[in-house]
């Protein structure tokens, strides 16, 4: 019978390094291509927002674009410490640059001015209906609990808690 050493396992295999472009003018060709379609990204992710889209299409939109953020920083990153091939780089790969910055900057503030216009829609629906739900209770008898009365043949309960209707405690999730 051949002996198996059961001490060792095989480690997990090595992840492959990313494919990042090697030099400067590589690195900002697929940078510039890249905020390019994050900006596409950003447009389509606000406008499925105003559209009222499905929540799970919305967060679906909103978790494939967390990858392309995550490289966009690292070649941007990776492009400001090679400072030498940045200040080789040809005149009209820096314009792209500029102008891809530019596309970016402006789809990443319409896409936060979005967002923010609808939390606070949310946030009004939410306190209208907190509003409403408060009022109702105003004028109810007797809130979640109310003194019970006492019985003859029997013990006195102190609080009695309603089993249905308009005295029961209503709850709103107010997470948005």
Not at 68 to 92: F, K, N, T, Y
Not at 126 to 152: C, F, K, M, S
Not at 156 to 164: D, E, I, L, N, S
Request: a positive charge; charged letters at 25%; glycine letters at 4%.
């Amino acid at each position: 019978m051949d002996k198996v050493d059961i001490r060792s396992t095989p480690g997990k295999p090595k992840a492959t390094p990313a494919n990042l472009p090697k030099n400067a003018q590589e690195r900002a060709a697929a940078l510039t291509g890249l905020m390019d379609r994050l900006s596409e990204h950003l447009d389509t992710e606000a406008a499925a927002v105003v559209a009222r889209r499905p929540a799970a299409e919305l967060a679906e939109l909103a978790r494939s674009k967390q990858p392309m953020i995550l490289v966009c920083e690292e070649l941007s990153r990776i492009l400001r410490v090679d400072r030498d091939g940045m200040a080789a780089l040809p005149a009209e790969i820096k314009a792209g640059l500029r102008e891809a910055t530019r596309r970016l900057t402006i789809a990443t503030a319409e896409n936060a001015a979005t967002l923010q216009r609808m939390s606070g829609a949310q946030q009004v629906l939410v306190n209208t209906l907190v509003d409403a739900t408060n009022r109702y209770r105003r004028t109810q008898p007797g809130v979640a609990y109310q003194q019970a009365v006492p019985r003859p043949n029997g013990p006195t309960t102190v609080f009695a808690t309603p089993k249905h209707g308009p005295a029961t405690a209503a709850t709103l999730n107010t997470r948005l």
